[in-house]
Every structure is written in C-alpha cells, then in structure tokens.
C-alpha cells in the first residue's frame, strides 16, 4: 500500500481524483507545470531559507540527507531531546511526515510548517479569516504521527508565516463559526477518505471546479469532464455537492431533464445542504446549457448604475508578498466605447513604499473623478482597499473606504448581478467565462491573475518593458471585460 504524506493529504482536500491520477495516471497527459506554481515553489523555498538563516538558536538541519538517513537521523535526535530539528522525517506504519521543523517543548516535540504565505484564508469586513483547511491537515497528520510514536509535547503545533509570525494551530478548535467539526475532526475525516482511496475501498471521479486551472492534469480531466457531460460543469455546483447529488443527477442532461420534476422532494429530503432554491437554479443553468444558442437572462430586475460616468475598477495582489501592486481603471462617459480610457497605478517595486504611492494615487483619482458609477467584480477591492487602509489610514481611512463602496452607485457585478439575478450558460461565472461568452478577447494568450503575479516577480527581477506591459495589458482587459458585461446586462432581458 502507498505510504499517507503530508502532500497527498494536501492533494487529496483540493482534488481526490489528482491522487489517483499521480499515482496511476499517463504521465504523458500531464500539462506543463503552471509558471506560477514554479513560483510558488521557487518562493517557499527561498523563504524557508530566509526562515531557517535568520533563525538565533542552534538546530540540526537535516534536509539535504537521504530520506532513510533522515529517518534514522531523526529519531537519534529526537531521543537526546535535540530542541530543533529542521528538515525530520517521522514515520509510523503507513504514514510519513516531513515536517520543516520539530521543536522539543520540554515534554516532547510539536511540529511546524514555514509558508510562504499568510495563515489564514477568507474573512471579510464582517468576519475574520479562518485557519486554512490544508494548514491544519497538514500540522495534524504530523501531530498524529508524534502521537502515535510517543513523542508529542504539549504546546501547539504552529505555522511559521510570510509576515515572520509564529502562528500557533488549536486542533481541538474549530476553524471558524461556521464549521461543524473541530480542525482535529476534519483531518480524521480527510485521513479515512485518503487511506480509502489509497487502498482501493473508494474511487475517484473528476470534477470541474476553480482549483483546476492550475493543476497539471487540467487539460486531461476537462476532456473528461466534458465526454462524462458531468453536472460539475454547471457553475457554483461543486465536487462535494455533485458527489452528495450522483445517486439522482449523473450529468447536466439529466439536471436539465423534466423527468427530474418527480424527484425533487426526494432529493432535498436526501441530500445534505442542496435545498429547493439551490437545486432549482442548478436545474436553469443546466436548462440554458443544454439550449442550442442560450442567452443569458435576468430572473429579477437590477438597478444598474446609470451611464453619465463610470469607472470600472480592477486590482492585482501577490499572496506572497502580500501586497496590492496595480489598480486599474476604465472610465468612460454615457458608455462611449470608442473614448474608454485606461488609467493605472502600478507599484514599480514589491515594497511597503510603492505599495504606498500606487494606493495614494488611485484614492486620489477616485475621489476627483467623482460623482461616478464605480464597477468591480466580487468584493475583492473593496476587501484589498479596506486592508489598505488599515495599513495607510494617512491615505483614507476604514469609514471612508466603506462609505465608497456603500454608495448606491458603487455595483458589484458579481453578487449584484451575475451570482443570483441572472442565469447564464457557461460552466462558471468568472469574468473571463461570462466576457468571452459575451465575444471579448484578452490580448494574452493565457490570461489569468495567478499569471500575473507570476509576471510581476519577473519583472521586478528583470524590468523587462515588455512585461510591465504585459501585466498592464492584461489588467486592462479585465477592466474592459467589465464594461462588456455590464453594457450586456443593460441589454438583457427578464424572464
């Protein structure tokens, strides 16, 4: 049977058909590796040696040994009560951990994980982010293992994170308010789904889902995704619920099916967390899919912001550097295509300074160019601007950042328009799926914000002219994907 990682633990929450495809897929199937998953390797190693040189205390460093000599080695240390390890391996029965670092507690050893990125994941203005699903799976698998071999100690196992914070992780906790099961019980779950597919017990099917586009198997899935006509296609249905939905809808056809109609109540007093309201905007997408030639419609009227002016805004960030490094706007007056006019502030440098300036002057600009109707999809700027103003309250502050977005001329085209109010046929409600199903083209060949900040590290590393256009060329575009999508809606009609 093969040997339970960290890794395939990781693989396994983001996509349990990957762990079989690693292990017994075409290897010649594969795509390319993402140039921005290179990055994020190329970044975590880097930081994980910033982490480990500056670190004041003495500690073993085993990282470079072979993995048996690393077994071996560890366990020696760790019987001496060595106070850092760096680089271990632990291991018991089929389970092998690797974590960066084993710190001696005084009782025992707690495992750590240096990330190149920050602890915590989601939260709004209402709500604090929670811990990250893969974090705390990860940190428990290594507890588990120093449990199982009688050598954990009593402090918390811990994340060391981008902003040089030790970021203690109470598995006995729940992640959030929302979540049902503490972070310990997930990861039992999330360890039994693992070994069973491991071993045979279970099997894995393929899904389409946001995850996808970075995964070195997107190409080879998508195909078959599509030749299954898997209800995955249809936007916000998810693996987990297409999986809880299998045993009534096993494609999009069936989904659209009116012989479906008989099965409703049966379905929701079946099925965990799809109720009526769900199941039956699942059904219009997969409808409208299945439509020769299917245009969007509206299922309730939206007040769109009037034309007189318009600013459609767009921001980019490095989760890595955790920093905002371009706003960019479209403005336009009475929806002139023909006097569009792109207006950007880019950080020159991936520095606190920069960082600064650009916000500085896209405030600014905002706030001359008023009165106007701002656009932006998804609470993301408002999200990274209230941010920022935490973090430069001499530029605007927290009550001035949301006054702007509360404003009934500030619209977010996702919640306010595209997520409920309409349906549309494409297999995701993403600005690049909803823009190019409307007939725009980005300039570049493999658009993406996960491209982007891959281009923002190599021009900060090069300054390469043409790459600084790059990044702005394609920030443009998603500003003036925007402005199609909303010139769209305008013409819509209700159902």
Known sequence: MTSITASILYNYIRCPHRVTLDLSGDVSKRDPINPF?????????????????????????LRDKPPAERIRLTTEA??????????????????IGEPDLLKFDGNGYVAGDIKSGACVEGGSEDEDGKPKTHYAAQLAFYTDVLRRIKANGSELPFVWDIHNNQVSYDLDAKRGPKVKLTMWEEYQEMLQGARDLLSGKSTSRPAWSSDCKLCHWRSFCLSAVVSMDDPSLISGLGRKTRDKLLPFITSVEVLASPDLDNSIDEIIASVDGVGKTSLNLFRARARLQKT?????????????????????????????????YLHGFIERFSADTNAERYIAFLAESPNSEEEHRAFAEAWEYVNSF????????????????????????????????????????????????????????????????????????????????????????AWCDSNDSKIRKRILEYNEDDCRAMCVLADAARRMQVS
């Open 78 to 95: 760790m019987a001496v009560k060595t106070l850092l390890i760096y680089g271990g391996r632990i291991c018991h029965d089929d389970m």
């Open 292 to 324: 020769p030639n299917g245009q969007p419609y509206y299922v309730e009227s939206v007040a769109i912001p009037p034309t007189e002016r318009e600013l459609f805004f767009d921001v980019e960030t490095d989760p890595m550097r955790d920093i905002c």
């Open 370 to 457: 008023q009165p106007t109707a701002l656009f932006f999809y998804s609470p993301y700027e408002k999200t990274t601007w209230r941010k920022l103003a935490e973090r430069y309250p001499d530029i605007a502050s927290l009550e001035e950042v949301n006054t702007l977005f509360k404003s009934p001329a500030a619209f977010d085209l996702y919640y306010g328009l595209t997520y409920s109010k309409t349906i549309w046929p494409t297999k995701s409600l993403s600005i690049k799926d909803l823009a190019s199903f409307l007939g725009f083209s980005w300039r570049d060949p493999e658009p993406s914000g996960a491209a982007s900040v891959q281009w923002y590290h």
């Open 37 to 61: 998953i290179q990055l994020l390797w190329d970044r975590g190693n880097a930081f994980e040696l910033e982490v480990i040189e500056a670190l004041e205390v003495p500690f073993l460093n």
